[in-house]
T-cell receptor
Framework: AQSVTQLDSQVPVFEEAPVELRCNYS??????LFWYVQYPNQGLQLLLK??????LVKGINGFEAEFNKSQTSFHLRKPSVHISDTAEYFC???????????FGDGTTLTVKP | DAGVIQSPRHEVTEMGQEVTLRCKPI?????LFWYRQTMMRGLELLIY????????DSGMPEDRFSAKMPNASFSTLKIQPSEPRDSAVYFC?????????????????FGPGTRLTVT
């Protein structure tokens, strides 16, 4: 079975500052990794995904994440955030043979002016 | 593509009534998921279908909840009888991928959700 831990439930940050949202996972098999974003009153949408290959993955809206197999982490970063990035962010892991994803509890990113 | 379609978007009902939520997945996707989201419990997977077959229903809270997928383009989640504690946002998601040996990247596409209020 897989599990996901998002280390911060809430991250407040000022506009134009860098941000890192932390995600650790555990799994006994190879996995795919995802970050999703949920804006208020909307469903989740994919930010980026790691399937294989380069460990640095770039996604939409200027976000990127790095897969670190030795530390079993998949932290999300953005060098300069905007007010519009205020949302809840979910890290998810899927075993390559399972078909379903396990989601973390979410991190609420609040960008202040 | 219109994306995952859910109906209704909002549902208000009285305790004891039957509630049916509907979902149309993205054409060509072979996996479908029902989730429930609340402030207290976060995002919970209720049931997962692959090729119209229920694979994992361990998240279904109790016998009052049932889900069906009669064909690849339609699924329902039914609550009978409904209770106030069922109040939540229910999401349907679909993806391409599945069990061992079936290629796919498992990226999930979520619908807009159904906000259910049981009074």
């Amino acid at each position: 079975a897989q599990s996901v831990t998002q280390l911060d439930s809430q991250v407040p940050v000022f506009e134009e500052a860098p941000v890192e949202l932390r995600c650790n996972y555990s799994s006994s098999v190879s996995v795919y990794l995802f970050w999703y974003v949920q804006y208020p009153n909307q469903g989740l949408q994919l930010l980026l995904k790691y399937l294989s290959g380069s460990t640095l993955v770039k996604g939409i809206n200027g976000f990127e994440a790095e897969f670190n197999k030795s530390q079993t982490s998949f932290h999300l970063r953005k060098p300069s955030v905007h007010i519009s990035d205020t949302a809840e962010y979910f890290c998810a892991v899927s075993a390559r043979v399972a078909g379903k994803s396990t989601f973390g509890d979410g991190t609420t990113l609040t960008v202040k002016p | 593509d219109a994306g995952v379609i859910q109906s209704p978007r909002h549902e208000v009902t009285e305790m004891g009534q039957e509630v049916t939520l509907r979902c149309k997945p993205i054409s060509g996707h072979n996996s479908l998921f029902w989730y429930r989201q609340t402030m207290m419990r976060g995002l919970e997977l209720l049931i997962y279908f692959n090729n119209n077959v229920p694979i994992d229903d361990s998240g279904m809270p109790e016998d009052r909840f049932s889900a069906k997928m009669p064909n690849a383009s339609f699924s329902t989640l039914k609550i009978q009888p409904s209770e106030p504690r069922d109040s939540a946002v229910y999401f349907c998601a679909s993806s391409f991928g599945g069990l061992a040996g079936f290629a796919g990247d498992y990226e999930q596409y979520f619908g807009p959700g159904t906000r259910l209020t049981v009074t």
